[in-house]
């Protein structure tokens, strides 16, 4: 079994640039993945400086390590790269103060094995289409996902907050971060997306959207359409993978 990997992000209809990066790539096996999304934030053009260096460093530390490990290990090897990623983004706000405030969030996965291994911080998220189901596998690294956990506000609260879209954490706005890493079987699809997708098209049409295109090139398209059909009034970014 082998793994295919896509990507795809678009400005929107409404901002001049785009804030968004994305990747995804195998190795030339075609047994192992790798993809990443990361969407940016900061004044002054900032926003995609931080998230296209977040996603440069965190792909260049997994591709300078071993993918041959354990899923434990990989979840390490995962979270030592996003940390990497954090530094990368400190360091060029110490030679560049005019990008201070920049960050980003960054969601990453490898998929090798049959299996997937992610990483997440932040409110970018990793979905598993797989059975007829969706499922978001990360939980949102944000100010209203720990009002919703410690029981202040109830979960259809959420999507209607006014600080939805404050950050419990990101890339680059402390020198410590503390990523999520999750596991599980891939079977399926694998969907890693910025917030300009998951705030616009219900799940049930995500679903749908991946689960019917013969191919997740066509998903991906699809997917950013989508999302600017609905509003696109924000950069979207998707990168999809399953085995083949």
Known sequence: MGVKTTASTDVGLVRDHNEDSVYSGTREDGDVGLLAVADGMGGHRAGDVASEAAID???EYVETHSWERSSESRQELLGSAARAANTSLREKVAENPELDGMGTTLVGAILADGEVTLVNVGDSRGYHIHGGDIEQ?????SLVQQLVETGQIEPEEADDHPQKHVLSQALGTGD???PDTYHLPLGGV?????DGLSDEVPDSEIHDSVAEPSSIDDAAESLVELANE???SDNVGVALAREV
Request: hydrophobic residues 40%; negative net charge.
């Open 230 to 232: 609905r509003d696109g």
């Open 137 to 141: 596998v990360t939980t949102d690294q």
């Open 57 to 59: 460093a965190f792909v």
């Open 176 to 178: 410590e971060v503390e």
């Open 190 to 194: 694998l969907l890693l997306c910025s």
